[in-house]
């Protein structure tokens, strides 16, 4: 089986800023880190490739020259190879941009059988980009996968989450996924694999490379625009109930009585 | 403005590729010319000198703008969760409501599936001016591409301007392959929506990066204008069962109903009784807690107060308590009448989840906790004091 792992790297969120200028994430002097939920997405393709050792993963990634370093940790993972998508003509790309980017670069590779993607990266947050892929390769397509049941190389049963419990489905092939946790933890980089990652030499290709339209990548080929961004206000003054806890815990009863909550 | 050539005319002669004073113009594997728009310079030279002319110069503001008289009104994409129809859809419709009365627009209530004539007058008493019903039994069926292609065709259809749909693991990917197939912008996980007039476009707020920053996106040159909007963020309008609607009552076409993917079963959460999304109270219990055994403490002040255990991640990942529990980032986003707080100190990726409750009450016993800066009462103190006081106090008030 072939399969693509789409792995974005995100800025660790604690630590970023936002240029109040541009309204473009500053990302220089943030440690960069694999998002997280990418992470399950390789471990899923991963299990795969124990079930079915023929099987070739791929892993991609749509940023700047560093995100070269995502690439290379998922090799350490287990990966076999990987490419970067790296081109300022990419930069600005929301997330129409980006899933069509990722869809010409899947072009590219040729006879993939599966398509894995992060639930949600936890930057952008938006879970858009795994279900843009499938519309742009008219795939078949299951959201918040968190088992994968029964594998064959033409087939796949999996489960899924919703807010009702878990589905249930069989997934013909080609097909894409997007993985949510739950899946199981992330495996640890292996000596031999992390050998093989520092080695690796990750091939970058730009719009060229994957013919992509111009007209349909970055800002241009972007129809959302950030025309603003703050930080959320918090609620407003929080009031001390005093005392000793007898007295906290009746004045608090009281107060939601007289507000009509309780 | 910008240039493209119109590939029916073409006869590939190769003459605007020798023309272009900037080399932005290469005959491609199929022996067609491609403009590489960051080279070209809008010159217009190749326009020109192609003998048929095959390049030409495309509008595409003044073109979207034609386009734009031709999407009208808002669609709201119900969805049903436990057999009924989602409280999300009402607050929707409450929400397009709203935005209706700027844009002077009929909302529209799109219901994929069948449902009751009973349905239907809730959706017009909640702010529907038009009800669809795309009847087809198929579409209960838990398949996004089936419910995509159904609402595909509607949108041709329909034109609406602006399209709205729940925040949730159905509302997500079926907008956003809708999304691609329209070529238009998408909006995640709004928690505020508004209008500017007179350009109608829809200002589209939301929380990224964990909750630690707002966003506000417009999609301004592009129809239609989609966004999916975070559950309990809206309020929906008090059902007015003198309402009026128009209810349409149609079938999507026999092809869309066909799915690669085989649906098999779903299995409800063994955990469904803690149904955090509709507990209009919700106690909550954090690493402060110590121990899985003290959980019950959290249970009991619950259970008193007729609501739902919730848990920060800590307690999930410690086994203490089932994943369905966790509130925040990588659990659910609640926002009850009543959030208590005990033992959380309040991490970003807590508050993301609980910060639109009404009323945050925490116990902790740092006063310098973050979770106090959304709180609305504070109880400095130890928890296993305070809660057990909480406890006695309910019981007696209850007698
Ligand atoms: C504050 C803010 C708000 C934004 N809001 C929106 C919005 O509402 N709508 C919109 O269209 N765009 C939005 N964007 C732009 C969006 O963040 C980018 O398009 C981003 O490239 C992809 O979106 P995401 O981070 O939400 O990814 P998600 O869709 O959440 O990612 C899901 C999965 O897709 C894969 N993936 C995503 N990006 C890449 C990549 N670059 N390389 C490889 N794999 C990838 C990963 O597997 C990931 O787990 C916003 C940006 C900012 C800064
Ligand atoms: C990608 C990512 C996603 C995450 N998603 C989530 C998520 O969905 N939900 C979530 O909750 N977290 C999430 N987290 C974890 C989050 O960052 C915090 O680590 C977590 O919320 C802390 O939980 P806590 O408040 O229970 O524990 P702590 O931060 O350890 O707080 C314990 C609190 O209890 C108080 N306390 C201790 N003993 C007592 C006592 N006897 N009486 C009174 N008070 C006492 C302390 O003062 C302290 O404030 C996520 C983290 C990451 C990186
Ligand atoms: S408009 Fe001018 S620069 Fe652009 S492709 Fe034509 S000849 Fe070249
Ligand atoms: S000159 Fe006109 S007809 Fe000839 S290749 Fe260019 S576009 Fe095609």
Known sequence: MKIVVCVKQVPDISQAKVDPETYTIIRTGVDAVVNPFDLYAVEAALQIKDNLPQTKVTAISMGPPQAEAALKEVISMGVDDAILLSSKHFAGSDTLATS???????????DV???????????????????????????????????????????????????????????????????????????????????????????????????????????????????????????????FIEGEPPQQAERMVEILGQRHII | MSIKVVIDRCVSCGVCVKECPVAAIAMNEENLPEINLDKCTLCGICIDKCPTGAIVRTHQAQKAQEDYDQYRGIMVVAEREDGEIARVTYELLGKATRLSTHLKQ?????????????????????????????????????????????????????????????????????????????????????????????DRHLLQTRPAWGGSIMATILTAHNRPQMATVRPRVMRRLKPDYNRKGEVIRIKTRPENVEDPVKFIELIKESTSKVRLDNADIIVSGGRGIKSPDNFTLIEKLANLLNGAVGSSRPPVDDGWIDHAHQVGQTGRTVAPKLYVAVGISGAIQHLVGMQSSECIVAINKDQEAPILKVADYAIIGDLFKVVPEMIKALEKRQQ
């Open chain 2, 106 to 198: 009929p909302v529209t209530a799109v219901h994929l599936g069948p449902a009751t004539d009973q349905e239907v007058r809730e959706l017009i008493a909640s702010g529907a001016d038009r009800v669809i019903i795309v009847e087809n039994e198929e579409l209960n069926i838990p398949l996004v591409g089936v419910r995509a292609r159904a609402l595909h065709d509607l949108v041709v259809d329909e034109l609406p301007e602006i399209i709205l749909a729940g925040s949730t693991s159905q509302g997500r990917p079926l907008l956003s392959k809708l999304a691609v197939k329209f070529q238009t912008g998408l909006t995640a996980d709004c928690t505020g929506l508004d209008v500017e007039m007179p």
């Open chain 1, 100 to 110: 069509y980017v990722l869809s010409k670069a899947i072009n590219q590779i040729k």
């Open chain 1, 113 to 239: 059988d599966l398509i894995i993607t992060g639930r949600q990266a936890i930057d952008g947050d938006t879970a858009q980009v795994g279900p843009g892929i499938a519309a742009h390769l008219n795939l078949p397509l299951v959201t918040d996968v968190n088992g994968i049941v029964e594998i064959k190389p033409d087939e796949l049963k999996i489960k899924a989450m919703t807010e009702e419990g878990y589905l249930y489905y069989f997934l013909p092939l080609p097909a894409l996924i997007s993985i949510g946790k739950g899946i199981g933890e992330p495996r640890m980089p292996s000596l031999r694999n992390k050998s093989r990652a520092r080695k690796a030499i990750i091939p970058v290709w730009t719009p060229e490379e994957i013919d992509a339209e111009y007209q349909k990548i970055g800002l241009k080929g972007s129809p959302t625009q950030v025309v603003k961004i703050f930080t959320p206000e918090v609620g407003g003054e929080v009031l």
